[in-house]
């Protein structure tokens, strides 16, 4: 996870030439809140700053030609970040993206509009990049050979509706191979499409926030149970203190609501816990695999320059070949591909 603080955006605003001290200092703009970005589209996380910074006044237009979803931002933390370096820093990343301060009487109006990129060279967060998913969580309910493999072809065919629905440019659609004995899908595309396919695989998986809400209907509806016992209880005590055996029997009931709502509620717990420990899990399976992405990029971007004859190109060919290595053992090991045990 790239962590972007003030500092370090003014250093790459000044190296670009996008910040020109030569003006005097203004007086300071609004802080951002510690914002935490995780391949979110730039719409979104402007109305997550603006419910957190109230006075933070944008519009955004868009050419009809341009997704919602673009640009979407990669994974980042901003601290101790102005919203006008946040802007400074979007225009910086996609010079596509026109963004104007509108001087009001209290806050200024920024009016973003983001054109059409159709035309221009592809940027660095449009090249293709390659993952690999395991379905085994998805699949298995299946039975037998011939219903997970029905099941498989049925996820292949929502995949490729949902990449049909998306759009996009022809010539950027995906690729994807299936692997039937390992239940194991390769996908190749653009960052845009991996977000669909991200998004499809996650609505499909059994959802842990499904029994987490299933266990506090549950413990809420023992609570009132639990009350309405006490109530008849005291109740039978009072006005029928020589009927033992009802009063025995709803003893009886309140106890084992007792021992049930004990019983959801460290079910709750357990849960909750792992559901955190997951999360922690795939944060830093995420940033690793930033990492590993970054390296390949630049060893590529080296070797292009390098003849296949020379001793370096070799080294530098190894090094490439564990890179991929090592960034597709961590697609296999990470929490969210691992299937439910």
Not at 209 to 215: T, V
Request: glycine share 2%.
């Amino acid at each position: 996870m790239r962590v972007l603080t003030s500092a370090f955006i003014v250093f790459l605003l000044s190296a670009s030439g996008a910040w020109v001290n030569a003006d005097p200092p203004e007086p300071p703009h609004p802080m951002m809140p510690a914002v935490e970005v995780s391949n979110q589209p730039l719409g979104k996380v402007l109305e997550n700053i603006r419910k957190q910074v109230p006075s933070f006044h944008f519009a955004v237009f868009r050419s009809p030609s341009v997704s919602p979803d673009y640009p979407t931002l990669p994974v980042m933390s901003l601290e101790g970040v102005t919203i006008d370096q946040f802007l400074d820093l979007i225009k910086f990343q996609y010079p596509d993206i026109k963004i104007v301060e509108i001087s009001g009487e209290k806050q200024p109006l920024y009016s973003i509009r983001i054109d059409d990129t159709s035309n221009q060279p592809r940027t660095s967060n449009s090249l293709p990049v390659v993952k690999v998913f395991r379905l085994n969580e998805i699949t298995a309910n299946a039975k037998s050979d011939a219903e997970v493999k029905k099941s498989t072809d049925d996820i292949l065919s929502l995949i490729q509706a949902a990449m049909d629905a998306a759009g996009g440019d022809p010539k950027d659609q995906p690729t994807f191979k299936f692997h039937q004995a390992t239940q194991t899908l390769i996908f190749k595309g653009s960052p845009e499409k991996l977000a669909v396919l991200n998004q499809v695989l996650e609505s499909l998986k059994p959802k842990v926030d499904e029994r987490i809400r299933e266990l506090h209907a549950q413990i809420e509806e023992l609570k009132q149970t639990n009350d309405r016992l006490n109530i008849s209880l005291e109740q039978l005590r009072s006005e029928y203190a020589h009927q033992k055996d009802v009063i025995h029997e709803t003893e009886f009931q309140l106890l084992t609501t007792k021992t049930q709502l004990g019983q959801a509620q460290g079910q709750l717990s357990v849960l909750s816990a792992d559901q955190m420990q997951k999360q922690e899990r795939q944060k830093l399976a995420d940033a690793q695999r930033q990492d590993l992405i970054e390296k390949i990029r630049s060893l590529k971007a080296k070797m292009q320059g390098e003849q296949p004859k020379n001793p370096e190109f070799a080294k530098d060919q190894l090094e490439l070949d564990q890179l991929i290595h090592a960034a597709a053992s961590l697609d296999q090991q990470s929490p969210a591909t691992q299937p439910s045990k």
